[in-house]
């Protein structure tokens, strides 16, 4: 079972580049969620989909942007990325609204501006 | 603005001994409440969750407790384990689908 899968694992962008991260599930989960994990700040929602077609904005989402053209995917991107934007980005997907059932994480995308 | 907190950035406990882990929170809205574990390069996963209209839930050695009037909940790990050596993050749903997180406490177990 792959469950999420994030690609890629490690990327280092050099400022003022874009790059997409994706994310794929096959649980046929309606929720998806991009998290950020920063020393000291637990993970902030970046942005989330409570289906296909649909996007919201989460906690952190300036400097970056999502689509979810398809159920099993959702793509986040960085049009120009900034040193600030360095850190460990975590896709997450859930049946149902996540309080009353697990959020699945994929293993993480190691990200590295410079 | 955190809403979800995790105090202790760290905590030792000798195996066999009682691990707790704290957890404040700032928002009423919340109402569920979850805890996940993560290893060294791996995702997080999931753990235990505690509706906000119970006070106490147990899953074999875990055990969370919420105080809605202190707005504070707990995880209770007995006995600790080498194997539960991990972070762990607290974290509370609110109605509006997001889950907001703390910054995590790391657990080390000591032979």
């Known amino acids: 079972n792959a469950g999420v899968t994030q690609t890629p694992k490690f990327r280092v962008l050099k400022t003022g580049q874009s790059m997409t991260l994706l994310c794929a599930q096959d649980m046929n989960h309606e929720y998806m969620y991009w998290y950020r994990q920063d020393p000291g700040m637990g993970l902030r929602l970046i942005h989330y989909s409570v289906g296909e077609g649909t996007t919201a904005k989460g906690e952190v989402p300036d400097g970056y942007n999502v689509s979810r053209l398809k159920k099993q995917n959702f793509l986040l991107g960085l049009e120009s990325a900034a040193p600030s934007q360095t850190s460990v980005y975590f896709c997450?997907?859930?049946?149902?609204?996540?309080?009353?059932?697990?959020?699945?994480f994929g293993q993480g995308t190691r990200l590295t501006v410079v | 603005d955190q809403q979800v907190k995790q105090n202790s950035p760290s905590l030792s406990v000798q195996e066999g001994r009682i691990s707790i882990l704290n957890c404040d929170y700032t928002n009423s809205m919340f109402d569920y409440f979850l805890w996940y574990k993560k290893y060294p390069a791996e995702g997080p996963t999931f753990l235990i969750s505690i509706s906000s209209i119970k006070d106490k839930n147990e899953d074999g050695r875990f055990t969370v407790f919420l105080n809605k009037s202190a707005k504070h909940l707990s995880l209770h790990i007995v006995p600790s384990q080498p194997g539960d050596s991990a972070v762990y993050f607290c974290?509370?749903?609110?109605?509006?689908?997001?889950?907001?997180f703390g910054a995590g406490t790391t657990v080390t177990v000591r032979a």
């Open positions: 974290a509370a749903s609110s109605p509006n689908y997001k889950l907001s």
């Open positions: 997450a997907s859930s049946y149902l609204q996540p309080q009353n059932t697990e959020a699945f």
